[in-house]
């Protein structure tokens, strides 16, 4: 016979049941929202701050100057692209020099006097060994931009950093190779 403070059989059970699915599900919904924000705050995406400004004013009997504090908020957003424009010097600061890589007489003259006649430096053309498949636009430091601009003139050439090996006078050194088609 259960005594007077005993609890009728089997009811007890039920509730705390109840009770231990309860706060488990209270549990996982905590660490789910625990775990969804820390995932968003650490995203490796692009972070874009936007600033506002609030103004704080001091009261007093003198005048205190008004102080301008800046709020930072920070969000999470599609990557941008920034672009920097960096002024190309002109063609009659570019020295290029105009090799033959396919061995047809004269193609190095023809080319180097178009350049010519677009401003270019152009330096004594010469023929160049191995015979290349494809043209080439080598720069040399500080010349890519201005080789690229110069590739606008041989759509078949890569455009390629020069070699530390080779030694010439130009800033950008244009090899005819087969492909091309002047």
């Known amino acids: ?35 969804s924000a820390l995932s968003n705050a650490e995203s490796p995406g692009t972070t874009q701050s936007t600033t506002t400004t609030s103004t704080t004013t001091f009261p007093s009997t003198t005048a205190k100057p008004s102080t301008t504090t800046p709020e930072t908020t920070t969000s999470t957003s599609a990557p941008t692209t920034t672009s920097t424009t960096v002024a190309l010097r002109p063609p009659s600061e570019v020295r290029v020099q105009v090799l033959n890589g396919i061995g047809v007489a004269g193609l190095a003259s023809e080319v180097t006097a178009e350049l010519e006649a677009l401003g270019y430096q152009t330096l004594e053309p010469d023929n160049y060994e191995p015979v290349l498949d494809q043209s080439r636009v080598w720069y040399f430091e500080d010349f890519e931009g201005e080789a690229f601009e110069l590739a606008a003139q041989f759509p078949d050439a890569l455009v390629e950093l020069a070699n530390s090996d080779l030694v010439l006078d130009a800033d950008i050194v244009v090899v005819l190779g087969e492909s091309y088609e002047g």
């Open 1 to 35: 016979m259960p005594g007077r403070h005993a609890a009728p059989a089997g009811s007890n059970f039920y509730r705390d049941l109840l009770t231990m699915l309860g706060g488990i599900l209270a549990v996982a919904v905590v660490v789910y929202l625990g775990l």
